[in-house]
């Protein structure tokens, strides 16, 4: 089956610091999403896309789909102690479609 | 609105048992999917609901899972007999009609299989 590349697996980041983190594909994905998870919670959506190329904020988040459909990445500038989490990256063959994940990024955040 | 529910919220069961896994989506929400992580590894799709019909369960690992549907609202899917291998952290995901991307996950069940 399909798989995502993720990386890193984990970052260890001073508050403030900007994090980038990706996820690569072998193959095309028509929608990729972001999701951040916390401890004991289920994964929360943050960012959509649905276009080769777009490039989509949310606050401090930032996510582009690659021009090739085969990656994605998401920037978090100045970050901060509550973006502790874990971040994983979804890729979707067609909207509505199963979600194939990426293996997840742990970012934890020193104050 | 409420989110997406499910329950137990942790359950601890010995090898051989029968455990069932309850997933209430978001009301509404004709697009029903469970996954599952297991330790360390990736979430991984086991199967797609549209309303009560299975519209892919090419995740589902074997025989030893089911789901079912019925009437199209909540969602069960029952382990039996449990092996070790099954404990994970099982998700819910839900969402409104057949070609929307976004799928919105509940908190998951923490399944321990001793």
């Known amino acids: 089956g399909q798989q995502l590349n993720q990386s890193p697996q984990s970052m260890f980041i001073q508050e403030g610091e900007d994090v980038s983190m990706n996820c690569t594909s072998s193959s095309i994905f028509n929608t990729w999403l972001w999701y951040k998870q916390d401890p004991g919670e289920g994964p929360v959506l943050l960012i959509a896309l649905y276009k080769a190329g777009e490039l989509t904020s949310n606050g401090r988040l930032t996510a582009q789909f690659g021009i090739t459909r085969k990656d994605s990445f998401l920037n978090i500038s100045a970050s901060i102690p509550s973006d502790v989490g874990i971040y994983f990256c979804?890729?979707?063959?067609?909207?509505?479609?199963?979600?194939?994940f990426g293996g997840g990024t742990r970012l934890m955040v020193k104050p | 609105e409420a989110g997406v529910t499910q329950f137990p919220s942790h359950s601890v069961i010995e090898k051989g048992q029968t455990v069932t896994l309850r997933c209430d989506p978001i009301?509404?929400?004709?697009?029903l999917y469970w996954y599952r992580r297991v330790m360390g590894k990736e979430i991984k799709f086991l199967l797609h609901?549209?309303?009560?019909?299975?519209?892919?369960e090419s995740g589902m690992p074997n025989n030893r899972f089911l789901a079912e549907r019925t009437g199209g609202t909540y969602s069960t899917l029952k382990v039996q007999p449990a092996e070790l291998e099954d404990s994970g952290v099982y998700f819910c995901?839900?969402?409104?009609?057949?070609?929307?991307?976004?799928?919105?996950f509940g908190p998951g069940t923490r399944l321990t299989v001793l």
């Open positions: 979804a890729g979707q063959l067609r909207a509505g479609n199963m979600l194939t």
């Open positions: 609901f549209v309303k009560e019909s299975k519209q892919d």
């Open positions: 009301s509404g929400h004709d697009n």
């Open positions: 995901a839900s969402s409104p009609y057949r070609d929307f991307g976004e799928q919105f």
